[in-house]
């Protein structure tokens, strides 16, 4: 213990010590105030008050383009094979096709709901809670006419990207985030009710809780007082508010965790839960897929800046080195608690990390990271133990252990590390073209703000959708054919044949 409290010590050391990597010379290197994955869905030209007539509109730079397109590839990635892969090896034998088939399915689902109206949903202008139709099918990014692609606002002035790579960024983050819930509920919930709570839950929790979190007019409406005012006003519920969400903090992991906790209690435990052993049956799978999500999350998170600049690399550095220090104090806790250190508890260790520094990679210095990582470690470990004994719900990967425990924790604490005292990088005021402090007290305040607000929304959505399927196809695969396993029963095939 007191090698555990010796780390901690060094942990906030660093953390007092750290500064922030942004240049003081550039404003435009750093993200938005209140949101680091929000987009215009409109030209930034129009968003924009003309200087003068002879100004041209802006031209999206080739590097923040290629770097925003191999961003978005690392986040396929991370789901597939990733994410499947890690679920995959964490269930039993005769399950481990049904995970795959799961998160693939759903990854693909998404994508199309995305294209036909969730993007138009989440990113464009209707009111504090949801967005409008402009952008329904994508109509209106693409002009057949001249050939020439709307642009997306970045999180500096005068600086864009093309919207078609928002676009499948975005489209990314959705479908891994309600490929997430599905762990809660593995090995017994029926392959066409997983679809379909999938389709109802993406549509009336994700998009709400995006559009509130991350939708702004874009910086280059903030040309004034009176205009960011009015720019203010379109935006997001929690983005005016003044929540801090570099990468999906409250609207990824906090919002999935949330409705599979929801469905572990609606669904039940598995058959034999507590009485028959229920250990991962490939852990060199869940090792793997573990790996490919920590790569894969250099994307996510730092392709979350939106451009190739400065505020880019602090986001990668810190989730390199938050998930690091959430390793090595998992490890450290499991060895203290049961004796040996494991393989598993190390994946999870840096799933724990990956996920509290999500939402504030791009907003602290490398010293909070660490302390955020090095506490994910711990706290997560106690989330998967001794949290998951109190609340007594089935929750089979541990999806809210993990991803809703490490997700509160990180989007509060990005409220204090934020600040220039701690080493934060503050927020940008556009208005006057400069970074400005943050206060420790009344930032935690709206971090918890949104947490609480994700925390409602999405398990009363998650609560009234499990419902509506629960009516119409019914939950649960029948008792014989969870006890076969759902690779044969749902799929007609299996993952090893002997």
Known sequence: MRKLLSCFALVAMLCGMSTSVLAEDSVNAVVAAASAVASTTAPVADAAAPVAAAVAAPVPNKGDTSWMLVATLLVIMMSIPGLALFYGGLVRSKNMLSMLMQVFTIFAMICVLWAIYGYSLAFTTGNAFIGGFDRLFLHGIFD????????????????????????????????????????AFAERMKFSAVLLFSALWFTFAYLPIAHMVWFWAGPDAYTDQAAADIANATAGWLFQKGALDFAGGTVVHINAAVAGLVGAFLIGKRIGYGKEPMAPHNLVMTMIGASLLWVGWFGFNAGSALEAGGTATLAFANTLLATAAAVMT?????????GKPSLLGAASGAVAGLV??????????????????????????????????????????????????????????????????????GIVDYVNNKIVDTSIGSQVWIQAQAVLTTIIWSAVVAFICYKIVDLTIGLRVPEEAEREGLDTTSHGERAYNY
């Not at 990207?161 to 762990?183: D, K, N, R, S």
């Not at 706290?379 to 999806?399: E, I, M, N, Q, R």
């Open 144 to 183: 057949p006419v001249t050939g020439s692609v709307a642009n997306a606002a970045t999180f500096s002035k005068g600086v864009v990207i093309p919207e078609f790579v928002f676009v499948v960024f975005q489209a990314t983050f959705a479908a891994i985030t309600v490929a997430l819930v599905v762990g």
């Open 356 to 425: 509290a520094i999500t939402p504030a990679c791009g907003w602290v210095g490398i010293g909070g990271g660490l302390a955020i990582g090095a506490l994910a470690g711990v706290v997560c470990f106690w989330g998967v133990t001794g949290l998951k004994k109190l609340l007594g719900a089935d929750d089979a990967l541990d999806v809210f252990g993990i991803h809703g425990i490490g997700g509160i924790l990180g989007a509060l604490l990005t409220g204090v590390f934020n600040n220039f005292g701690m080493g934060g990088t």
């Open 330 to 338: 998992w490890l450290a806790a499991e060895w203290m608690l049961k």
